[in-house]
């Protein structure tokens, strides 16, 4: 009887525990909670974290995310309005602010991934059709320091003026998906180009007229660097020639001065007695023979020559 007792105690315990279990459903911070009653929603969205309790068996509990989700595009190829296929990819970022509507709407955040593909992919699409490339791809009216001097005819792309750039695109897009977005209990926080470029077939041809923008510019740059460069060069040759000419009569100067000095000294010494011109004149004999004559050197003169006439002297004779 006491273990029928205990039997019976044990499936009731047992009972009350999976009653308990399945009435009981936990919250956290960055969940937000629907209560359905067979399929349908019930009351108000559970926002609070914490312990809560609903009717177990008959009604379920459906967790949503209460932080920003992210969504990220297919890339698609595009044209502008210009008439240029450009590959564009987006991402964006989206959080649930009506749980109901977003579980009536699209029930989860698969359903949810498939309607922003559809309306974020279709404003995307509206927005580059009706903006030239060059609105999509800069954000303002930049002033370049160089000047492009263009052929007859030729339009640079980085000189045009645009009304709009790429933030004022992605706003617009932002605007225009809001509305429909919140319909399905979706907050459009943000979008971005992720990345865009030209297709395969044109990109080839863009590349060459950038480069051959960039070598026309550096054409330009060399251009002046050389006329630069001639004119330096022109100055340090006239400035030169200037330095040589003033050393050269500078130095003609000092030894013109320096002759008349040294005939002034010759006259002086040709003017004194006739023992001091002797000794003079022996002197400079005495030079002449220093600097003529070495000890393998011979001499054939006469002995009546005045420049063997101290020589003659010197030996006695």
Same mark, same amino acid.
């Given at each position: ?26 919250v956290n911070?960055? #969940?937000?909670v ?5 399929g349908k929603?019930?009351?108000?969205? $559970?926002?609070?974290?914490g ?8 009604q ?9 989700? @992210? ?8 044209p502008?309005?210009d ?18 509507r977003?579980?009536?709407? $699209? ?7 498939s ?7 279709? #404003? ?6 009706n903006?030239l ?13 160089e000047?492009?001097e263009?052929?007859? !005819? ?20 932002? @605007? ?6 919140? @319909? ?7 979008l ?7 297709v395969?077939?044109?990109?080839? =041809? ?5 480069i ?11 251009s002046? &660097? ?7 060069? !022109?100055? =340090?040759?006239?400035?030169? =020639? ?8 500078t130095?003609?100067?000092?030894? &013109?001065?320096?002759?008349? @000095? ?7 010494a ?10 003079y ?14 000890? =393998? ?10 420049f ?6 010197l030996? !006695?004779?």
């Amino acid at each position: 009887m006491k273990e029928l007792k205990t039997i019976i105690l044990s499936v009731i315990i047992f009972i009350i525990l999976v009653v308990l279990i399945s009435a009981a459903y936990i919250v956290n911070e960055t #969940e937000q909670v629907i209560i359905t009653q067979f399929g349908k929603p019930i009351g108000d969205p $559970v926002t609070s974290p914490g312990i809560h309790f609903k009717l177990p068996f008959i009604q379920d509990a459906h967790f949503f995310d209460k932080r920003f989700l @992210e969504w990220d595009g297919d890339p698609n190829q595009i044209p502008t309005k210009d008439k240029r296929f450009i590959w564009v990819d987006t991402y964006a970022r989206w959080r649930i602010v009506d749980p109901l509507r977003f579980f009536q709407r $699209v029930r989860d955040e698969r359903g949810a991934q498939s309607r922003l593909d559809d309306i974020l992919d279709g #404003e995307t699409r509206n927005a580059i059709a009706n903006h030239l490339l060059v609105e999509i791809i800069r954000s303002t009216n930049r002033t370049f320091e160089e000047s492009v001097e263009l052929e007859a !005819g030729e339009e640079s792309e980085i000189f045009i003026k645009i009304k709009s750039g790429r933030a004022d695109i992605t706003r617009s897009i932002i @605007e225009a998906a809001k509305p429909r977005l919140l @319909e399905l209990g979706i907050e459009l926080i943000d979008l971005r180009f992720k990345r865009i470029n030209y297709v395969e077939e044109v990109r080839q =041809k863009i590349f060459e007229r950038m480069i051959s923008e960039r070598q026309r510019i550096a054409d330009k740059f060399r251009s002046e &660097g050389q006329g630069e460069a001639a004119r330096i060069l !022109g100055e =340090k040759e006239r400035e030169l =020639k200037r330095i040589q000419s003033e050393a050269y009569r500078t130095a003609q100067e000092i030894k &013109g001065k320096a002759d008349a @000095e040294a005939t002034a000294i010759y006259a002086r010494a040709y003017n004194q007695s006739s023992q001091a011109r002797e000794f003079y004149r022996f002197l400079k004999t005495m030079e002449t023979y220093r600097t003529t004559l070495t000890d =393998k050197d011979w001499l054939v003169i006469s002995t009546k020559s005045d420049f063997f006439r101290y020589l003659q002297r010197l030996s !006695g004779k």
